[in-house]
């Protein structure tokens, strides 16, 4: 990609009383409003979204789960069948539409267990067929009284729902463990190193016994914690036993702080919830029929982007971890007009695409110092910089991260890259 076709523009002054990691968001042309609650992805905002799915899908898979895609529009006879359909609207919290030539009804899915159970159903028999974990990542829609915050709380949004169907009690329990441990595996590989488990209310969900992961933000943190010093314990303070200060019932060591978080991640045990309402049985070892025990696991993937930005920037931008960076390469020539430093520039732009390594250069006829301040706004992991040692065939590549410098020979440079870059 070339700086001069990079759609949009960066801005210098965003105006507003914005958050710094929603501000570098609409700075770096990531993210634009169309109207309170609903945003715009720009390019480079897609391909964080894009890359956050990928290592979703992947750990997920690692683990056995299985990929399906469930569809957003949902009727209101499937749930009503939950009896969750007037829950809803009462609370104005789902988009519906009616279609009066067939006289039904349908909502704009906020969640996804009626369909998945519906899905479930349909195909089980056997206690043979269990257990099986289904997950997929798209579209949700809930109709936030005061969206607000950026990606934080919107109408539209993106997330991750996997759904566990077991044949006992003991097996719900065993799938909601292996997932509640991939979860922070997710989050690390995603750049939130600043994460704090805790005991949280099912709410609308459902079920008993849930775990919400929190990524800690002390300036826009929406929920209030308490969280051990000394483990890892920490507990939402809605369903806290404990108050600052008190010794942590946990460790019988550590004592309470209070902290605040953004919820990034939910996994509940549904127990027989959805599977008593929505008739999801199959037919034990004694032929008798049972209801499946579920569990369910939601990350939400679009205000990830903003939980990462806000954990991974500095005085100068964003900092973009590897894994989830939209470009991995910034090439930046101190002089465009300068003939050897473009060519050089340009034939290690080349060679980069021909080793697939995600690369941005700049070829704008631009002073030095405002590409530079571009460059560390965009935050792409590595900056290549072209300048007074071209006629050498040398360049300097600077950690955005650590702020390192090596000076490479050109033809070390893919091999450099290629060595770092994200498997």
């Known amino acids: 990609m070339q700086m001069s076709n990079r759609f949009p523009r960066t801005r210098r002054d965003v105006g507003g009383d914005l958050t710094?990691?929603?501000?570098?968001?609409?700075?770096?042309?990531?993210?634009?409003?169309?109207?309170?609650?609903?945003?715009?992805?720009?390019?480079?905002?897609?391909?964080?979204?894009?890359?956050?799915?990928?290592?979703?899908?992947?750990?997920?898979?690692?683990?056995?789960?299985?990929?399906?895609?469930?569809?957003?529009?949902?009727?209101?006879?499937?749930?009503?069948?939950?009896?969750?359909?007037?829950?809803?609207?009462?609370?104005?919290?789902?988009?519906?539409?009616?279609?009066?030539?067939y006289d039904a009804e349908y909502g704009l899915a906020p969640t996804a267990e009626e369909v998945v159970s519906f899905t479930v159903a349909g195909e089980i028999e056997s206690w043979r067929d269990?257990?099986?974990?289904?997950?997929?990542?798209?579209?949700k829609f809930r109709d936030e009284i005061r969206p607000r915050l950026g990606l934080l709380r919107g109408r539209e949004f993106y997330m991750s729902d996997a759904y566990s169907f077991d044949r006992d009690e003991e097996g719900m329990r065993a799938s909601y463990q292996k997932m509640k441990e991939l979860y922070p595996r997710i989050y690390e590989r995603l750049?939130?190193?600043?994460?704090?488990?805790?005991?949280?209310?099912?709410?609308?969900?459902?079920?008993?016994?849930?775990?919400?992961?929190?990524?800690?933000?002390?300036?826009?943190?929406e929920d209030l914690l308490m969280a051990c010093d000394e483990c890892s314990y920490?507990?939402?303070?809605?369903?806290?036993?404990?108050?600052?200060?008190?010794?942590?019932h946990e460790c019988k060591i550590g004592t309470?702080?209070?902290?605040?978080?953004i919820e990034i991640g939910h996994v509940f045990q549904l127990q027989q919830t959805y599977s008593k309402s929505m008739r999801v049985t199959f037919r034990d070892e004694n032929d008798t029929e049972q209801f499946a025990w579920m569990g369910c696991y939601g990350i939400g993937t679009s205000r990830l982007i903003q939980a990462i930005v806000?954990?991974?920037?500095?005085?100068?931008?964003?900092?973009?971890?590897?894994?989830?960076?939209?470009?991995?390469a910034h090439i930046v020539p101190v002089n465009w007009k300068d003939e050897t430093q473009r060519a050089l520039a340009q034939e290690l732009y080349a060679a980069c695409q021909d080793a697939n390594i995600r690369t941005m250069i700049d070829d704008r006829e631009e002073s030095a110092g405002l590409k530079f301040k571009d460059a560390?706004?965009?935050g792409y992991p590595y900056r290549i910089v072209v300048g007074r040692d071209a006629g050498k065939g040398l360049v300097e590549v600077r950690n955005r991260k650590t702020g390192d410098v090596e000076?490479?020979?050109?033809?070390?440079?893919?091999?450099?890259?290629?060595?770092?870059?994200?498997?």
């Open 20 to 101: 710094r990691a929603h501000a570098l968001l609409v700075q770096a042309g990531l993210i634009r409003q169309v109207s309170p609650g609903i945003w715009t992805l720009l390019p480079d905002g897609w391909k964080v979204l894009r890359n956050i799915h990928q290592i979703v899908f992947d750990m997920m898979e690692s683990v056995g789960v299985q990929n399906v895609q469930l569809p957003i529009l949902q009727s209101r006879d499937l749930w009503e069948q939950s009896g969750r359909w007037q829950k809803y609207i009462d609370t104005k919290t789902m988009f519906t539409t009616s279609e009066y030539h």
């Open 130 to 139: 269990l257990p099986v974990i289904l997950h997929q990542i798209g579209p």
């Open 191 to 221: 750049g939130i190193h600043k994460l704090q488990a805790v005991e949280a209310s099912s709410g609308d969900i459902g079920g008993k016994g849930s775990v919400e992961f929190m990524a800690l933000n002390e300036e826009v943190g």
């Open 234 to 248: 920490g507990a939402n303070t809605e369903v806290s036993a404990g108050n600052v200060g008190d010794v942590c």
């Open 256 to 261: 309470f702080k209070e902290v605040r978080g």
């Open 310 to 328: 806000d954990q991974n920037h500095d005085d100068d931008g964003i900092v973009w971890p590897e894994s989830v960076a939209p470009m991995f």
């Open 376 to 378: 560390d706004l965009l």
């Open 407 to 423: 000076n490479l020979a050109k033809e070390h440079v893919v091999k450099w890259l290629k060595e770092r870059a994200p498997q």
